[in-house]
């Protein structure tokens, strides 16, 4: 059976069970948790309505479309609602997905694409694995019954792929000049007193640090024209209620870099199953010159390798300095499914017009990548 779920409260009460699909399913990063997406909804879904599909056998739950209706961008113009995954916008989320336990696919997913066939609603999925994913089950399901699919790569997630490597041996594995650069500023840092990366435990250190990273990201974006990482109270309370959850679940990795007693830079990411996720960083622009975010990151990277994860994940964004560090890469995309209505035909014509005026209300601001390391 399937089940709506439209309210917050029957969302909120959906969290034990989502949290145990997700262990029994292939979508395990940060992006697809109960924490994650629920805490967005409370801050960050604006005009939305909840629209999240739950299907069950004899009770246990097997899949999870978590879905919103987005309602029209322009009235006016371009009337027409459409659903999107929850998670979806300028929050950096990556990896969205549909949550279906291994081994229901061939139940849940042809459950879906009917319940979905009876919205008559278009889908719009960004921030998706284009071929390894349950979005993709759904769209060959949809495909032969007339919907208008169309697939469009996006944008890549640099990642390191750590399994058997220790410290020294990815070390070696860098380019000549980037290894002889982080090994220099490892050392230079050291005559000035003992480098260590923290890992916050207490609430308050939390706290601090992450309020101490937005500051300084915000200093650092203002004069290149703006980041729309934390750039207003919506996005900041989403943050500090969500680091809060993984903190208390064990999976928040927001780090501190210190040289001695001073803090220098700040590293946030996640650690969920077995692999390390790299979401956000600031430093001090008072130690810039000592290339203290590249000090940052390598020793965040080392962490993960000393904590057993098998990936370190860079998240979207090709910028050149991911790739000093990582060889390899995932694509991620959008996919527009359309029914196979008239109404289909017309909002898939209108579709892209719809990004666009969205594009322009957001005033093309810098997408949340991580910082640039000095």
């Known amino acids: 059976m399937i089940e709506s779920i439209t309210t917050l409260g029957a969302f909120e009460r959906l969290g034990d069970d989502w949290r145990s699909l997700q262990s029994r399913s292939a979508s395990g990063s940060p992006f697809l948790t109960w924490d994650w997406l629920f805490t967005w909804w409370k ?16 009770g246990r739950l097997t899949a999870i479309a978590p879905l919103a209706i987005r309602p029209p961008c322009v009235p006016r113009l371009i009337p027409f609602r459409a659903l999107e995954l929850l998670g979806t916008g300028t929050v950096g989320s990556d990896y969205l997905d549909l949550i279906v ?21 278009p889908l719009e999925l960004p921030h998706v694995l284009l071929d390894n994913s349950s979005a993709r089950l759904l769209a060959d399901r949809l495909a032969p019954q007339g919907w208008r699919v169309k697939f469009a790569t996006t944008n890549v997630c640099p ?11 990815y070390v070696a594995s860098l380019g000549s000049a980037h290894r002889t650069n982080l090994q220099r500023r ?29 500051a300084l990201h915000i200093a650092r974006w203002r004069p290149l024209g703006g980041s729309d990482a934390f750039h207003v109270p919506e996005m900041l309370h989403f943050h500090h209620e969500l680091s809060g959850l993984a903190l208390r679940d064990g999976w928040l990795r927001l780090m501190v870099l210190r040289v001695g007693q001073t803090p220098v830079a700040w590293f946030y990411g996640f650690r969920r199953g077995t692999t390390f996720y790299f979401y956000q960083s600031a430093f001090d622009p008072a130690w810039s010159d000592r290339s203290v975010g590249l000090v940052a990151m390598g020793l965040a990277i080392r962490s993960a390798i000393e904590e057993g994860a098998a990936d370190f994940d860079m998240l979207h964004g090709g910028e050149r300095y991911k790739h000093h560090w990582a060889r390899a890469q995932r694509s991620v995309g959008r996919m527009d499914l359309h029914p196979p209505f008239l109404r289909g035909r017309v909002t898939s014509g209108v579709a892209e017009l719809g990004r666009m005026a969205r594009a322009m209300g957001r005033g093309f601001l810098r997408a949340p990548g991580g910082e640039p390391h000095a």
């Open 43 to 58: 801050h960050l879904s604006a005009a939305r309505r909840l629209m999240i599909l739950a299907v069950r056998k004899q």
């Open 101 to 121: 336990e291994q081994g229901a696919e061939e139940e849940a997913i042809p459950e879906i694409a009917a319940h979905l066939g009876t919205l008559r609603m």
């Open 159 to 169: 990642y390191i792929a750590l399994g058997g490597l220790d410290w020294p041996a």
């Open 186 to 214: 490892i050392h230079g840092l050291e005559r000035i007193g003992p480098v260590r990366l923290d890992a916050v435990q207490t609430e308050a250190e939390r706290r601090e640090a992450l309020d101490r990273l937005i």
